[in-house]
């Protein structure tokens, strides 16, 4: 999930994936998990599935790898009907990743990213490589962690080495069943960050799962909200769902907030970046001090923002190296507007500071900007 690879990780493009009047029964149920269900998924794009607990989620997306065995219906994958290929090269297919990552706890980071790769018996120096360059792609150190147990890795980073494992044979499909439900939300804001700069790059179908109706606004192409037995409610992009609720259930779910999720789809780079005064640790007090009217930042050797200061710190102060107060949370340029209010909420100056992808100083985000932005969604869908 790095932002500059080095490397072709793909050769393998989505393709779409119909679902027709698809249904599951489970031995001893009265009623059917899923019902009749039908939905089409473009090739390359990433549709989520979300609803509440209980209402088919996970038993619908399973059918489609052929963990759950349908009870009637019919998929399609790449034009090919799902359910008369044998099931085990079906799922070799479909890359799988889930909530706590799914990793085999007895094998290394290393074992878990080749377990397809090895049973589709590609010779052991492809699958090394392989696995390195996977680690690389989610942003694991491949010398550090290859060898490591999935025990002895964050729950972020063992997410990043279940997301490397379902890549690790390329497939043109990857289903992920509340992948990041585990972790705590800042390092989700990041995973889901690098799985949409990932997606980019590797334009894979990818069906997501998750209860969180922010988190589907935000990385879906295309949302399927599902009600009691999988029962179809919506789907459309994000922005007609919020724009126009199907019906209760899907308002109900959307919530009161609605104006508020809008800005999950709004990056910072979209809005207008202010500037603040800035200076290295190594530069003058008072010629800093001079150009500060309300507040300035105080940047390190390589151009990232480590304090920001008024003028009344600096009176009397010797170096920049020790005055100024800490920033709380930075946002980048590619965070959203959700992230960028919740940063500035946390800061005493009414403003987010924005970097890039690197860290380096790039300019301010303020809350009238914010503002600004709301009323305009707000204008635009009335
Ligand atoms: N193996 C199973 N056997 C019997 N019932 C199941 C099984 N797995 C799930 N269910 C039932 O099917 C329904 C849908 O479950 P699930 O697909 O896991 O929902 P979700 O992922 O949306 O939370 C629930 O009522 C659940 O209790
Ligand atoms: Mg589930």
Redo the contacts with the bound molecule.
Sequence with gaps: MTEHPQHAHTDTAGVDIILEHVEKRYPGQKAAAVQDFSLEIPAGKIVIFVGP?GCG???TMRMINRLIEPTAGKISIGGKDALSINANELRRTIGYSIQQAGLFPHMTIAQNVATVPKLLGWKRPRISDRVDEMLDLVGLDPAQYRDRYPRQLSGGQQQRAGVARALAADPPVLLM??PFGAVDPITRGVLQDELMGLQTELGKTIVF?T?DFSEAVKLGDKIAILGNQSSLQQYDTPEAILANPANDTVAKFIGSGASLQQLQLQRVRDVDIEQRPTAHETDSVSEFASRIDSWGIILDARDRPVRWTDRSHLTGAASLRDVGLPFGELVTIQSTLQDALEAILAERNASAVVTTPRGQYHGVVTIETLVGAISAIRAEHQ
Aim: no cysteine.
């Design positions: 607990s989620k996970t038993t069943d509340e799962v209860h």
